[in-house]
């Protein structure tokens, strides 16, 4: 576990996405819940927000999202039934999900975009700051991202988002951040944001990930922020409203982050993704390894 040393305790995990993209698999089930090698995607998040002391964690969900509260419920029946068998393997593991902070669900109600769902947590979430983790981005948990932007956003008194520089082609995907060139003690300021922008209109090729630690003025910004792009209210413009201007909770920073990320956010990406963390874990990580060239030689034949 990385301490940090702050006071903020709270995260919250929109999660309230139809995930159209994966349809027919999220018919019937939450896009959250399909698993990423061994586990539902959403426990990764909620996990890396528990490793860096973010034990009150709010979800923003909506309708058919009930797997996820029951993931992360006690199942007493299956834990007896592991227990008189003695797989303590497998006791642990269902466990594991259970034991992960405090978990509370709010519903979003209209599907309105991420701004809305992140003012669904102003009451929860009260006047203090707090982090946003978005489910389709994994950050590989042997790389330092959340602890350090808890960080500057102790320092600076402001909020702070999550960078990655991608080719100019994908920053249509993304949020966009143009920022002063200085780089102070590992993260730098923010002047604008732009939300998926034309690659030709794009301020840089810094892109916004699906992390953020943000100071609750942005819920004030929230309340009047007019539906941006796609028709929908976007944090990304009320991101931009306190990078633009001054006073308490204002001014945005971003850390730049060059460790392991994995998009599970469309079909080809999540499949890269299951292939990536399974070549690294213990147990399935040297057959799929041994595998893999020879599939991959067959296919050029
Ligand atoms: C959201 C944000 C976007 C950000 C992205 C990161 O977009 O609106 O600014 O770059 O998450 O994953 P979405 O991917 O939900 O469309």
């Known amino acids: 576990m990385t301490t940090t040393n702050t006071s903020i305790r709270k995260a919250v995990i929109p999660a309230a996405g139809l995930g159209t993209r994966f349809l027919p698999a999220t018919k019937a089930m939450p896009k959250e819940m399909l698993p990423v090698v061994d586990k539902p995607a959403i426990q990764y998040v909620v996990e890396e927000a528990v490793n860096v002391g973010l034990t009150d964690i709010l979800m923003i969900t909506g309708r058919n999202k009930r797997a996820l509260e029951d993931h992360f419920d006690r199942v007493p029946s299956l834990e007896s039934t592991l227990e008189a068998k003695g797989d303590t393997t497998k006791l642990e593991a269902i466990q594991a999900a259970s034991n992960l902070g405090d978990i509370h669900y709010v519903r979003q109600g209209d599907p309105m975009g991420l701004g809305h769902a992140v003012l669904r947590a102003r009451q929860h979430v009260g006047h203090e700051p707090f982090a946003v983790l978005l489910g389709d981005d994994l950050i590989d948990a042997r790389d330092e991202l959340l602890s350090k932007m808890i960080e500057v956003q102790a320092q600076t008194g402001g909020s702070v988002v999550a960078l990655i520089e991608v080719e100019p082609s994908q920053i249509s995907a993304y949020g966009c951040a143009d920022i002063d060139d200085?780089?102070?003690?590992?993260?730098?300021?923010?002047?604008?944001?732009?939300?998926?922008?034309?690659?030709?209109?794009?301020?840089?090729?810094?892109?916004?990930?699906?992390?953020?630690?943000?100071?609750?003025?942005?819920?004030?910004?929230?309340?009047?922020?007019?539906?941006?792009?796609?028709?929908?209210?976007q944090l990304t413009d009320a991101l931009q409203e306190l990078a633009a201007g001054e006073g308490e909770g204002y001014g945005v920073y971003g850390v730049v982050f060059r460790g392991r990320r994995y998009d599970t956010g469309d079909k080809l990406s999540y499949l890269k993704a299951c292939v990536q963390l399974a070549c690294d874990s213990d147990d399935l990580g040297p057959g799929l390894r041994e595998w893999l060239p020879e599939f991959t030689a067959s296919l050029a034949k």
């Open 182 to 233: 200085t780089d102070m003690n590992g993260f730098v300021r923010i002047r604008k944001l732009v939300e998926k922008p034309e690659a030709a209109e794009a301020p840089s090729n810094l892109a916004v990930i699906g992390r953020y630690v943000l100071h609750p003025a942005v819920f004030d910004v929230l309340e009047h922020t007019e539906p941006g792009r796609g028709g929908e209210i």
